[in-house]
């Protein structure tokens, strides 16, 4: 079994790498993430589109490409490398693919081929506030076809047209507009917008026949494998920074890389970030074949991307020093980046729970 890139695969990296290098540096980023009045990079939303990223694992039959999943985390590494103030995320880890799970041929006909060309952006909303998603803590409902209650936080909720919302009885699909609104909410990484949506009778319809928690969950898995490959990409970023900085920053006359306690802090994010690798192909093989195994793979995967990319970004600003912390710096950018991805499907100690569970399932099996 081959667990690296083909040589296509790393030829679509490296054309993605030299186009966000082009694209997104960050300047970019921080265009964003200095300006209140901006959710996202349009320019650069728009650059993805007319590249075909949005489409990459969407079959040709309905407006995408259809390179496959593999691929598509191909992509994902590196727009996390890149940290690009998209809403890359949503559209296409969760909703596009609740779409491709669950979507009826008529759904999949009217919606897929719209998020391929960029026109639709998508929002994934489940959480009603802290703690869990359980079938207990879900309070938004339907009744004669509109859906009701309230939602957050939302990722890019607040610049969303499309909605793959959870209700009591099972997904739906809500449309921007009649009974939907926005509120934007403060966080830690404003390069990805966080809303409050309230829905007040708003038309819905109904996204596969599952019940809400086990079609939540299947999107999860799928989402949880792409997730990690964005945030391998980032810890990658944060251990080339820090490498790059440690043999350019000299005291006591020579380069800080030469002192022990920087190459062990190099040395372990290197570490972290190659056992969340190694998890990652895992995820990546069974997302890409539909394997049993999905949701052990996606949980591993997304322990393990999780934990390396937040300890890479911490150790990034460490190894910088104290010009590390200021806000003239880039390794915050990054920081601000791994705290939100360990939480946008939900968080580590929730996915450490599950691939426990998953353990337990398959001993016993």
């Known amino acids: 079994m081959n667990f690296d890139y083909s040589d296509d695969q790393k030829m679509l990296k490296d054309e993605a790498r030299k186009f966000l290098d082009a694209k997104c540096p960050p300047p970019v980023v921080r265009g964003v993430l200095d300006d209140d009045a901006r959710a996202y990079d349009e320019a650069l939303w728009k650059g993805v589109a007319e590249q075909g990223w949005l489409g990459a694992a ?5 407006g995408g490409l259809g390179l496959g999943h593999v691929e598509l985390c ?3 590494e590196e727009l996390g490398r890149a940290c690009a103030p998209i809403p890359f995320a949503s559209t296409v880890y969760f909703v596009a693919e609740a779409l491709m ?3 009826s041929e008529e759904q999949k006909e009217k919606w897929l081929p719209r998020i391929a060309a960029g026109t639709v952006i998508g929002g994934f909303a489940t959480s009603e506030g802290p ?7 879900v309070r938004a409902s339907v009744s004669g076809g509109t ?3 309230e939602k957050l936080p939302v990722t890019d909720g607040d610049v969303a047209d499309l909605y793959v919302v959870l209700a009591r009885d099972g997904l739906y699909l809500v449309e921007k507009g009649q009974g939907v609104s926005a509120e934007v909410l403060k966080t830690l990484d404003p390069t990805r917008s966080v809303a409050r949506v309230t829905f007040a009778e708003a038309p819905a319809e109904r996204l596969g026949s599952d019940d809400g928690m086990t079609a939540m969950q299947a999107v999860l898995d799928r989402a949880a494998v792409l997730l990690a490959f964005e945030q391998i990409g980032g810890a990658d970023k944060c251990l080339e920074m820090a490498k790059a900085y440690a043999l350019e920053r000299h005291a006591f006359g020579r380069a800080i890389a030469g002192y022990q306690a920087i190459k062990h802090k190099l040395a372990d994010i290197y570490v972290k970030n190659e056992v ?8 990546a093989w069974a997302l890409n074949t539909s394997a049993a195994e999905l949701p052990l793979a996606a949980a591993t995967a997304r322990v393990a991307a999780s934990e390396a990319f937040w300890f890479a970004a911490k150790e990034n600003i460490q190894t910088h020093g104290g010009i590390g912390f200021t806000w003239e710096a880039d390794p915050q950018l990054y920081y601000r980046r791994s705290r939100q991805l360990s939480l946008v499907a939900g968080a580590p100690a929730l996915w450490r729970e599950r691939l426990v569970s998953q353990l337990e399932r398959k001993n016993a099996a």
């Open 147 to 149: 859906l009701s209650g």
């Open 276 to 283: 969340a690798r190694s998890n990652a192909y895992y995820g």
């Open 58 to 62: 969407i079959p040709e039959s309905y």
């Open 101 to 103: 799970l669950h979507g």
């Open 131 to 137: 703690g869990p998603v359980t079938p207990r803590s």
């Open 74 to 76: 191909a992509l994902a």
